[in-house]
């Protein structure tokens, strides 16, 4: 255990103020939002930020008041005005203080029942909470990124995840500060899961959340990785997260994330990976309940003969909106890629889906598959999505294809007419549906829980 | 047992069943075979309450209820069951599961206790041996990727588990090459007792071989133009339906 704590600054008076009028000429294209870079309050007082990271943050900080957030009108965020919604539903821009009394809150919160001796990485409003955190020092070490050393800083954060490819990537990295380091040395395969339990609430000074996390797994190392955001209380909060991922030769890493909020919570999720020589990596996003989430995801697959894998199951009721945009590109050859998306949408929810995959010229004998195959449940429910792949290499497998539908008629009768009711035929038919994506969760704690609710989700109670 | 009367019934404005009777009564096997497109699938269906029929007139009656009253599972909890023509595959739902749930919710409504996970299995051990299926087939998702007889045989079996009164079997031997025909005619004739009934829909005679019938009815444009015993089926078999058809068009002329 190692005991780093870090005071919030809190507000500090208007030291730094916009460049204005450079604001004032951008914000004619319709592009581009550049009133709530203006609302992120906290943008003032971003410096000194961390040291060793001050080009990195300033960077960011440029690219941002330079670009502004998205619109609709960009194609990237076409389905998805995540800007406007934040604008109008935050009631406050300012970063949430650290959760105070945290310890005694948690008690009463349901978390997947693992057992002893798993890892548990938590953080609090983003920050690293090591006395609520408890892990094998053999086998991982974590460290809040506020304490890492310039060049370990240097050659980590920042270097996976381009914050000029998008806004909030750029607004998280201005922001963020501090986070989780975790390494996982070469040849060690971690036993028990690593849960990074990202408790969150909003304070009376912010509603913003900046979490940012490096995952650096060496040569040869294995390892499972369980990201959860936990709720403290239903108030309107905007989760602003960046994670990247280093995992380097013949390394083995799988990342599980479960996004299951309120109806005020709005979460955009940058997540980078870069996946090198014989090494896997396996994302499995589900998602629940929320406002809205935007999740970006990209595996880079920098060198040959390395696997890729993206899964994420999306379970939308009420005007909750999904956007999940995800990016696979293959750099060399040999490289395999698959995913599988899956969405089920109820009430006035949407979901969007957007897999892009990227095969470059030296990128011969890739197989890459993708599917999303989504359900509509009731007339006002949306789904939008859109596969896109480019292929400059000549000798590759690539499959991709959606589908769009309803519960089938046909087998709800075959299982009713056996004596099963209406309401159970439906969940077994959405659970069957759903479960295709859970059975990719190796993790039996974390695959139990996930079970668990999605069931009760899809009406069930069996 | 069961007790039709004039039944009437169409799907999208279109008229299929023109006023059907027929009194089946507990002990009994009917037959009802008819040519192509002669409604016989609508009224197994009708009967276990498929939603796209609609109803137009007409009654049924199944031990004292009316049938077209009840909801699909409700009759199947009364004792209605219907082996498809086209047995759905459901992936992702483990076949035991899935019959484990549906034996339980049967049993629930007749205020039964629930079986557990041990009675269960047991109850499937012994019905798996009548059947003869195998063991592997019910670990799978239900019916996919299953051959044809494979599907059948497993409607066959979940007639077993779940003990019927009124077993209804659309066109069960379509399909079948003669040993798993065997199988599953067999695996009907023991589930037979004098307090349960039997309606087998087929086009061909040849399962009537091995499942023999009381009572054979002939189907044609909706209705029953013909019933008799089981050698009306022989007769069938020898002079295909033209003659009935001819029968009918001089009785009408």
Same mark, same amino acid.
């Given at each position: 255990m190692i005991g780093l704590k870090r005071s919030y600054r809190g507000p500090q008076p208007d030291e730094h103020s916009y460049p204005s009028t450079n604001l004032q000429i951008m914000s004619i294209t319709k592009k581009k939002d550049f009133q709530l870079v203006k609302q992120f309050e906290?943008? /003032?007082?971003?410096?000194?930020?961390?040291?060793?990271?001050? @080009?990195?943050?300033?960077?960011?900080?440029?690219?941002?008041?330079?670009? #502004?957030?998205?619109?609709?009108?960009?194609?990237?965020?076409?389905?998805?005005?995540?800007?406007?919604?934040?604008?109008? =539903?935050?009631?406050?821009?300012?970063?949430?203080?650290?959760?105070?009394?945290?310890?005694?809150?948690?008690?009463?919160?349901?978390?997947?029942?693992?057992?002893?001796?798993?890892?548990?990485?938590?953080?609090? @409003?983003?920050?690293?909470?090591?006395?609520?955190?408890?892990?094998?020092? $053999?086998?991982?070490?974590?460290?809040?990124?506020?304490?890492?050393?310039?060049?370990?800083?240097?050659?980590?954060?920042?270097?996976?995840?381009?914050?000029?490819?998008? +806004?909030?990537s750029a607004l998280n990295t201005t922001l963020f500060e501090d986070g989780l380091m975790v390494q996982i040395p070469a040849g060690k395969r971690v036993e028990s899961p690593i849960y990074l339990i990202h408790y969150i609430q909003p304070g009376n000074d912010g509603h913003c959340v900046f979490p940012r996390?490096?995952?650096? +797994?060496?040569?040869? +190392?294995?390892?499972?990785?369980?990201?959860?955001?936990?709720?403290?209380?239903?108030?309107?909060?905007?989760?602003?997260?960046?994670?990247?991922?280093?995992?380097?030769?013949?390394?083995?890493?799988?990342?599980?994330?479960?996004?299951?909020?309120?109806?005020?919570?709005?979460?955009? =999720?940058?997540?980078?990976?870069?996946?090198? /020589?014989?090494?896997?990596?396996?994302?499995?996003?589900?998602?629940?309940?929320?406002?809205?989430? /935007?999740?970006?995801?990209?595996?880079?697959?920098?060198?040959?003969?390395?696997?890729?894998?993206?899964?994420?199951?999306?379970?939308?009721? #009420? /005007?909750?909106?999904?956007?999940?945009?995800? @990016?696979?590109?293959?750099?060399?050859?040999?490289?395999? =890629?698959?995913?599988?998306?899956?969405?089920?949408?109820?009430?006035?929810?949407?979901?969007?889906? $957007?897999?892009?995959?990227?095969?470059?010229?030296?990128?011969?004998?890739?197989? +890459?598959?993708?599917?999303?195959?989504?359900?509509?449940?009731?007339? $006002?429910?949306?789904?939008?999505?859109?596969?896109?792949?480019?292929?400059?290499?000549?000798?590759?497998?690539?499959?991709?294809?959606?589908?769009?539908?309803?519960l089938d008629d046909e087998a709800l009768f075959y299982i009713r007419s056996r004596g099963i009711g209406k309401e159970a035929a439906r969940t077994l038919l959405l659970y069957a549906f759903a479960g295709e994506v859970l059975d990719y969760i190796e993790e039996e704690a974390f695959k139990k829980y996930c079970e668990k609710i999605v069931n009760e989700r899809l009406g069930g109670n069996h | 047992m069961l007790s039709i009367k004039n039944l009437h019934a169409s799907i999208e404005g279109t008229p299929i069943l023109n006023g059907i009777n027929l009194e089946i009564n507990a002990g009994e096997v009917h037959a009802i075979m008819g040519p192509n497109g002669s409604g016989k699938s609508t009224l197994a269906s009708v009967l276990a309450g498929r939603e796209e029929y609609e109803v137009t007139e007409g009654e049924v009656f199944f031990k004292g209820k009316n049938l077209l009253e009840l909801s699909p599972e409700d009759r199947a909890r009364e004792g209605v069951f219907l082996a498809f023509q086209y047995p759905v595959e459901i992936p992702g739902v483990s076949s035991t599961n899935f019959l484990r749930t549906a034996v339980n919710q049967v049993r629930e409504y007749r205020g039964q206790e629930p079986l557990d996970a041990v009675k269960f299995l047991s109850l499937m051990k012994g019905k798996m041996k009548l059947v003869e299926i195998d063991q592997k087939l019910l670990s799978r998702a239900l019916n996919e990727g299953f051959s044809g007889g494979e599907k059948k045989r497993n409607e066959i079996f979940q007639m077993a588990v779940l003990e019927p009164t009124l077993s209804i079997l659309d066109e069960t031997d379509s399909g079948l090459d003669i040993d798993a025909l065997k199988v599953v005619a067999n695996g009907v004739n023991q589930l037979k007792s004098p307090d349960k009934a039997t309606i087998v829909v087929t086009h061909y005679q040849r399962l009537l071989d091995y499942i023999v019938p009381d009572f054979v009815h002939v189907l044609f444009q909706g209705k029953i133009v013909k019933s008799g015993t089981k050698s009306l089926a022989l007769e069938l078999e020898e002079k295909g339906y033209d003659w009935i058809k001819e029968e009918l068009s001089g009785t009408s002329a």
């Open positions: 906290s943008l /003032r007082d971003f410096h000194p930020g961390i040291a060793g990271l001050e @080009n990195l943050q300033n960077n960011a900080f440029t690219f941002l008041v330079g670009n #502004g957030f998205p619109t609709t009108k960009e194609e990237e965020y076409k389905y998805t005005g995540i800007t406007k919604r934040i604008s109008e =539903s935050m009631p406050d821009f300012r970063k949430s203080a650290q959760i105070s009394g945290l310890a005694q809150k948690t008690k009463t919160v349901d978390l997947p029942s693992w057992p002893e001796g798993t890892n548990i990485i938590v953080t609090n @409003n983003g920050y690293f909470e090591s006395e609520l955190s408890s892990y094998d020092e $053999n086998d991982i070490s974590i460290l809040p990124i506020s304490k890492l050393d310039p060049p370990t800083l240097a050659s980590s954060i920042g270097t996976i995840e381009k914050s000029e490819k998008d +806004a909030f996390v490096f995952v650096n +797994a060496d040569k040869n +190392a294995e390892a499972s990785i369980i990201e959860m955001d936990v709720f403290l209380d239903e108030k309107p909060v905007f989760i602003n997260s960046v994670s990247e991922f280093r995992v380097h030769q013949n390394a083995h890493i799988k990342h599980y994330k479960l996004q299951d909020g309120h109806k005020s919570a709005i979460t955009v =999720s940058n997540t980078s990976t870069d996946v090198h /020589r014989d090494a896997t990596f396996t994302s499995v996003v589900l998602s629940l309940e929320a406002d809205m989430i /935007r999740n970006n995801l990209s595996l880079n697959l920098v060198d040959g003969s390395c696997e890729g894998n993206m899964y994420g199951l999306f379970l939308l009721n #009420g /005007r909750t909106h999904v956007d999940n945009h995800t @990016n696979v590109a293959h750099t060399q050859a040999h490289a395999v =890629s698959n995913e599988l998306y899956k969405g089920i949408m109820n009430d006035h929810s949407r979901g969007v889906f $957007n897999g892009k995959i990227f095969v470059y010229k030296e990128a011969q004998k890739t197989n +890459a598959f993708q599917q999303n195959s989504n359900l509509l449940l009731s007339e $006002n429910a949306t789904i939008n999505t859109k596969p896109q792949l480019e292929i400059w290499a000549d000798d590759v497998k690539c499959s991709h294809g959606c589908t769009t539908g309803q | -």
